[in-house]
């Protein structure tokens, strides 16, 4: 998927750019950090593509970053300008900041150019495991766990399903448990995080104390998360679903939520299904579908 185009602006461009960035960076003269050597094969003038021999100095960031640090590395993929940037300063203030690159792009060891047939996306949004093993283990437990059938391949319904990665970015991560700041932008995000996949229950969760609040932006409203979990998600029918019968008073009764003394059966079967419900409890109502009939073109949804 990843054919190189040649013999275009882009590549040549950004080629020049690498050369002034890797000379600008090896004129910094880090103490600790040897200089770079880079070579360009004679036979090759900087206007004829892209086929850099660097030899990196060092299995560090610094050395990703003499390319990737620079904003106009960008190449031109199926007739679309695609950026190769990577911004140090927002990846220097990510969690992930003091990582080495390689960590997550395990298929990019120091060897140039690139590898292009890679399934390189899936390894960056897989590589996490490596380091949050309490996450993969609970993930593991979820709806969103692929199957993997006999020949280790995946089934494409699965290729829908997310991988961390999917939810979580790339290099703006930010700390998440004990960050106020960390969780209300993923709250913010909620389409980003669940709705785009699940469009049908995004615009259901429409309900004047929780949905209809949170598309508003209202911090306090409920992100689907708070009710549903996030990595061991699970069918509603599963009983050790967050929003199975058995569990809803718990969960309707953490903290932040509702007080627990209010809460019981009585409250949680009479509510729960107008969280999602709202809109399907209006059409299945006949005087709003007869008004529909007649005034269709202005009710809407
Ligand atoms: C000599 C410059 C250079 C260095 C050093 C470099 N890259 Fe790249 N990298 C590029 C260019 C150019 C592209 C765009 C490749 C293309 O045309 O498909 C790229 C693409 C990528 C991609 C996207 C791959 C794709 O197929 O779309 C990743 C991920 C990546 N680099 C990671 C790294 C990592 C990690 C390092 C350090 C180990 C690194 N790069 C070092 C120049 C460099
Ligand atoms: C925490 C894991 C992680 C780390 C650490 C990381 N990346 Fe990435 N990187 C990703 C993921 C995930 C993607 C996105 C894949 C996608 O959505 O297509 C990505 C995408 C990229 C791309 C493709 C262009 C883009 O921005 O989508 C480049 C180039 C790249 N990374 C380079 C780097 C470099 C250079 C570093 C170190 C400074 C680095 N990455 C560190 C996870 C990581
Ligand atoms: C379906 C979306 C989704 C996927 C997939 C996902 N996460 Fe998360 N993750 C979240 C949400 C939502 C939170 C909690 C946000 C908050 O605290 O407000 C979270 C929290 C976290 C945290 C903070 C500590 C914690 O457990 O709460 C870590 C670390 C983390 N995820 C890593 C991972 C890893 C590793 C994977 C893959 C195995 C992964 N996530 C897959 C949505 C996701
Ligand atoms: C090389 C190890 C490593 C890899 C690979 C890695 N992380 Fe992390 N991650 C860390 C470290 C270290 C921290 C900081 C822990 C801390 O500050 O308590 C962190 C923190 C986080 C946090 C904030 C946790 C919290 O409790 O607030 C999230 C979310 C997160 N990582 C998600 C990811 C995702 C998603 C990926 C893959 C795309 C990933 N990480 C890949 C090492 C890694
Ligand atoms: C990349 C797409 C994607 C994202 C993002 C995503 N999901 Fe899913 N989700 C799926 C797929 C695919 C299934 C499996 C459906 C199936 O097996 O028929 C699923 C299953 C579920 C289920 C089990 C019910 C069912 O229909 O099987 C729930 C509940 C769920 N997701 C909620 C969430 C929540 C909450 C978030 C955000 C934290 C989220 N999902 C993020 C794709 C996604
Ligand atoms: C206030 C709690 C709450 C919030 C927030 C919430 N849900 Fe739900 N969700 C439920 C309950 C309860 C059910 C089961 C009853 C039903 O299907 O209406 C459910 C059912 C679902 C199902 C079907 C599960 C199955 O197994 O059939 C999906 C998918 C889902 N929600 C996704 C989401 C998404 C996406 C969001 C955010 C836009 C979200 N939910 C927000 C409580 C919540």
């Known amino acids: 998927m990843t054919t190189r185009a040649r013999g275009n602006w882009g590549p040549a461009r950004a080629f020049a750019l690498c050369l002034v960035a890797v000379a600008a960076w090896a004129g910094t003269a880090h103490a600790q950090t040897p200089s770079l050597v880079a070579t360009v094969p004679a036979s090759r003038s900087a206007t004829s593509g892209y086929d850099l021999d660097f030899t990196l100095p060092t299995q560090s960031k610094s050395g990703c970053l003499v390319c990737h640090g620079d904003p106009d590395l960008v190449r031109l993929k199926a007739g679309k300008i695609t950026s190769y940037y990577v911004a140090p300063d927002e990846y220097g203030s990510s969690v992930h900041g003091k990582e080495q ?4 792009h395990l298929d990019f060891a120091y060897k140039l150019p690139h590898d292009t047939d890679v399934a390189w996306q899936v390894t960056a949004k897989t590589a996490c495991r490596n380091c949050h093993d309490e996450q993969f283990v609970a993930f593991g437990k979820g709806a969103h766990q692929r199957a993997v059938d006999a020949t280790g391949t995946r089934a494409s319904v699965e290729e829908s399903k997310p991988l961390c990665g999917d939810c979580h970015g790339s290099h703006a991560i930010q700390k998440l448990t ?3 700041a960390g969780q209300a932008a993923m709250h913010a995000s909620g389409w980003e995080v669940c709705g785009r996949c699940h469009q049908d229950y995004w615009d259901s969760y429409d309900d004047y104390y929780h949905g209809a609040a949170y598309k508003r932006g209202a911090e306090d ?81």
């Open 178 to 180: 004990e960050s106020k």
């Open 101 to 104: 690159c390689v960590a997550c």
């Open 221 to 301: 409203a409920p992100a689907c998360w708070d009710c549903h979990g996030w990595h061991d998600i699970l069918p509603a029918k599963d009983r050790k679903s967050r929003v199975s019968e058995a569990n809803l008073v718990e969960t309707c009764g953490q903290e932040g939520c509702h007080k627990r003394s209010t809460v019981d059966e009585d409250f949680v079967s009479s509510y729960k299904d107008a969280i999602h419900g709202k809109r399907q409890a209006k059409q299945d109502n006949p005087v709003y579908r007869l008004l529909r009939k007649l005034f269709g073109f202005v009710l809407k949804g």
